[in-house]
């Protein structure tokens, strides 16, 4: 009788990646062949590849064999293991909707089960395998148990998900070029080729026109002026925290105290029409943010609110605790919005964006800014609204510092 040398066989394997392609008459006949082995040198062949996991289960779908791959990747002894349910490798979501259950009976229905999943380790870490389950037949129509032959991907699975983060980063990046590139022909250039043709009007006419028309065409040409410049802050400030990442500074700081400051900044624009504050904050409202962000979030949301009130209205701000999550509420008493322009506020295509900041004079690039900047800190934002009464912006923010998320892309695994 020939010997059988294992790395044939783990040669073999590894010609049949991925391990779908694996089927178990091809396995059969490879053996059969090369070779006329005993159970004992098949055992010995078995226990040798190291790199797949390959385990065998009885009809109880009781684990009764356990190869030293096995005990590599899930890190249980054959002592440890032998006996136990077959469910034991597979994490808790995975048997709660019955997976290793409907493993066996695909397998059986179909002569095998192939599946790329999470699978648990005894450490409670989990890998991504792509794996492989087919049954022991001892005649054709009577099953003795199953094999399940795995193999560990989580490296491929790391390089895969990179390349698509990757790809969404540049697509994220071109798009944000275009809008940058949007903005600065359009919403920053029209607006300054205005006031230079206001002023060069002015000068020429200066001698000639009346005092009250000039005093007006002055206070126009300031106040675009300022629009001019909050849009110039606006894409600077989306600039800085798109390509500066140690910009970015969260910390645990007091909500009421960051609401107490954009009022008293902005008290005098309210009061020229009446409006006033109401800070509803409770004293222990804490969040986990960045600052500047949320000065620079609450500030955007406010200014636009006073925008577009009534004389005499009110803009209140109150927030409340949902799970670790704290919901800011800012409502106003002012013109409201339609269901058309709700949909479009938050939305920084070209076009869009274009014409929300001609129509609300800088309004739509700050509430973008308002939009990435959440984002930015683990939150989102939404917008109630109803033409003629009013409007009420929410948004979300952390109570405490976020757990590290769990980096495969630097040897860490999932955990359950």
Same mark, same amino acid.
């Given at each position: 009788?020939?010997? @059988?040398?294992?790395?044939?066989?783990?040669?073999?394997?590894?010609?049949?990646e991925p391990l779908n392609?694996?089927?178990?008459?091809?396995?059969?006949?490879?053996?059969?062949?090369? $070779?006329?082995?005993?159970?004992?040198?098949?055992?010995? @062949?078995?226990?040798?590849?190291?790199? $797949?996991?390959?385990?065998?289960?009885?009809?109880?779908?009781?684990?009764?064999?356990? %190869?030293?791959?096995?005990?590599?990747?899930?890190?249980?002894?054959?002592?440890?293991?032998? /006996?136990?349910?077959?469910?034991?490798?597979?994490?808790?979501?995975?048997?709660? %909707?019955?997976?290793?259950?409907?493993?066996?009976?695909?397998?059986?229905?179909?002569?095998?089960?192939?599946?790329?999943?999470?699978?648990?380790?005894?450490?409670?870490?989990?890998?991504?395998?792509?794996?492989?389950?087919?049954?022991?037949?001892?005649?054709?129509?009577?099953?003795?148990?199953?094999?399940?032959?795995?193999?560990?991907?989580?490296?491929?699975?790391?390089?895969?998900?990179?390349?698509?983060? $990757?790809?969404?980063?540049?697509?994220? +990046?071109?798009?944000?070029?275009?809008?940058?590139?949007?903005?600065?022909?359009?919403?920053?250039?029209?607006?300054?080729?205005? @006031?230079?043709?206001?002023?060069?009007?002015?000068?020429?006419?200066?001698?000639?026109?009346?005092?009250?028309?000039?005093?007006?065409?002055?206070?126009?040409?300031?106040?675009?002026?300022? %629009?001019?410049?909050?849009?110039?802050?606006?894409?600077?400030?989306?600039?800085? =925290?798109?390509?500066?990442?140690?910009?970015?500074?969260?910390?645990?700081?007091? +909500?009421?105290?960051?609401?107490?400051?954009?009022?008293?900044?902005?008290?005098?624009?309210?009061?020229? %029409?009446?409006?006033?504050?109401?800070?509803?904050?409770?004293?222990?409202?804490?969040?986990?943010?960045?600052?500047?962000?949320? =000065?620079?979030?609450?500030?955007?949301?406010?200014?636009?609110?006073?925008?577009?009130?009534?004389?005499? /209205?009110?803009?209140?701000?109150?927030?409340?605790?949902?799970?670790?999550?704290?919901?800011?509420?800012?409502?106003?008493?002012?013109?409201?919005?339609?269901?058309?322009?709700?949909?479009?506020?938050?939305?920084?295509?070209?076009?869009?964006?274009?014409?929300?900041?001609?129509?609300?004079?800088?309004?739509?690039?700050?509430?973008?800014?308002?939009? =990435?900047?959440?984002?930015?800190?683990?939150?989102?934002?939404?917008?109630?609204?109803?033409?003629?009464? /009013?409007?009420?912006?929410?948004?979300?923010?952390?109570?405490?510092?976020p757990l590290a998320k769990?980096?495969? +892309?630097? /040897?860490?695994?999932?955990?359950?």
């Amino acid at each position: 009788m020939k010997r @059988i040398h294992s790395f044939r066989i783990q040669t073999y394997l590894q010609r049949l990646e991925p391990l779908n392609m694996i089927n178990q008459q091809d396995i059969n006949n490879f053996i059969q062949e090369q $070779y006329v082995p005993d159970a004992e040198i098949c055992s010995q @062949i078995i226990d040798s590849l190291k790199d $797949y996991s390959i385990l065998t289960v009885d009809k109880n779908l009781k684990i009764n064999s356990w %190869n030293s791959g096995a005990e590599k990747i899930f890190q249980y002894t054959k002592e440890e293991i032998i /006996g136990k349910p077959f469910e034991i490798i597979f994490t808790k979501e995975d048997k709660k %909707n019955g997976i290793p259950k409907m493993e066996i009976e695909k397998a059986l229905s179909e002569g095998k089960s192939t599946d790329i999943r999470w699978h648990l380790c005894k450490d409670s870490t989990t890998f991504y395998a792509d794996g492989l389950v087919f049954p022991l037949n001892i005649k054709e129509d009577e099953v003795m148990g199953f094999v399940k032959i795995l193999r560990d991907i989580t490296a491929r699975k790391a390089s895969e998900d990179a390349i698509k983060k $990757y790809a969404r980063e540049l697509e994220d +990046l071109n798009k944000h070029k275009e809008t940058v590139l949007a903005i600065l022909s359009h919403d920053l250039r029209s607006p300054l080729s205005g @006031i230079i043709q206001g002023t060069e009007y002015l000068k020429l006419n200066y001698y000639t026109l009346e005092p009250e028309f000039i005093i007006e065409l002055l206070e126009e040409l300031h106040q675009a002026s300022i %629009n001019e410049l909050n849009m110039l802050d606006y894409l600077v400030e989306w600039a800085r =925290i798109k390509y500066a990442a140690e910009a970015f500074a969260p910390a645990k700081i007091d +909500l009421i105290d960051y609401v107490k400051k954009v009022f008293e900044s902005l008290k005098e624009t309210a009061s020229i %029409n009446a409006v006033s504050f109401h800070n509803n904050i409770e004293e222990d409202s804490s969040v986990y943010a960045d600052g500047k962000m949320l =000065i620079s979030i609450l500030q955007n949301i406010v200014s636009n609110a006073i925008k577009n009130s009534h004389s005499g /209205g009110t803009i209140t701000i109150s927030a409340k605790k949902s799970k670790k999550m704290i919901i800011v509420e800012i409502k106003d008493t002012g013109k409201g919005m339609t269901k058309e322009i709700q949909d479009k506020l938050f939305t920084p295509e070209i076009i869009t964006l274009s014409k929300s900041v001609e129509e609300s004079k800088g309004a739509g690039i700050g509430l973008i800014l308002v939009k =990435i900047f959440l984002e930015r800190n683990g939150g989102h934002i939404w917008v109630e609204s109803e033409e003629g009464n /009013g409007s009420t912006f929410y948004f979300t923010l952390p109570i405490d510092k976020p757990l590290a998320k769990e980096n495969i +892309l630097l /040897g860490a695994v999932k955990k359950t």
